[in-house]
């Protein structure tokens, strides 16, 4: 099964900018769905943005034009760059994968998470 790591994460001030990394354990061209979620204190995980290998691309209201998501199929790697970053954006993120549509719908992998804490 494959293994996903993240890091990037850390203490930023509003308006400012990070840049999240998922590494892989294996090839990431042929898993089918791969994204991130988030979870702050006290409230549920939720959905920022999916990435499929076929292209298509999909993020939250709450992120989107403001964080960017992409693949480096070379390096086995998922970015999430995030710019003008708010309070609110307070959350520990997670990276997931599904190798099918299905594992992705019934039965994602995920990371162990990074903690993005934006606060002045």
């Known amino acids: ?21 998922c590494a892989a354990s ?3 061209f042929s898993i089918a769905v791969m994204g991130w979620y988030r979870q702050a204190p006290g409230k549920e995980r939720e ?16 992120v989107k034009g403001r964080f960017t998501i992409s693949r ?8 999430l760059q995030m ?3 708010k309070p609110e954006d307070t ?8 190798k099918t549509s299905a594992d992705w719908s019934l ?3 995920w990371g162990q998470g990074t903690q ?4 002045s």
């Open 47 to 62: 959905w920022v943005v999916t990435s499929t290998n076929g292209g298509f691309i999909d993020y939250a209201a709450s």
């Open 1 to 21: 099964q494959v293994q996903l790591v993240e890091s990037g994460g850390g203490l930023v001030q509003p308006g400012g900018s990070l840049r999240l990394s």
């Open 26 to 28: 294996e090839s990431i």
């Open 116 to 119: 993005v804490t934006v606060s």
């Open 72 to 79: 480096d199929n070379a390096r086995n790697t998922l970015y």
């Open 107 to 109: 039965n994602k992998i």
């Open 91 to 98: 959350a520990v993120y997670f990276c997931s994968a599904g």
């Open 83 to 85: 710019v003008n970053l």
